[in-house]
């Protein structure tokens, strides 16, 4: 029976020999994918009327775009804000597709999202 000794020598040897070992040298994949992401600390809070700072809205995705930006984590890497949850009406639009609450998201997302990518 082979000891775990002898496996981790086996091992050393062929990376000694075989050198270093590399992934693809394109320079995709650099940092993990980064960005920020409302549900972890904001949760599915939707009550704009008595928290206002803090609700699932416009306003709290945009600050949080902008401070981003502005405290330097855009700057290494961060390029995400992730909508979530609870950003949509109780109902569909007459076509049937989803459609932003509208007191949350008065600009609507195709606003929020060329903010966001600006």
């Known amino acids: ?17 075989l050198g ?4 693809l040298d394109n320079g995709l994949a650099l940092t993990p994918p980064m960005g920020w992401l409302a549900w972890e600390r904001f949760r599915c ?6 928290d206002p700072d803090n609700c699932i809205s416009d306003r709290l995705f945009r600050t949080m775009t902008d401070i981003l930006v502005s ?9 995400y804000i992730n909508v979530d949850d609870c950003w949509l009406e109780r109902e569909r639009d007459p076509r049937g597709r989803l ?7 008065p600009y609507g997302m195709k606003s929020l999202s060329d903010y966001v990518s600006t």
């Open 1 to 17: 029976m082979t000891s775990w000794k002898s496996c981790v020598w086996t091992v050393f040897v062929v990376v000694c020999i």
């Open 20 to 23: 270093k070992i590399s992934g």
């Open 45 to 50: 809070n939707t009550d704009c009327k008595n």
């Open 71 to 79: 405290e330097g984590y855009a700057a290494v890497g961060y390029e």
């Open 99 to 105: 459609v932003a609450d509208r007191e949350r998201f």
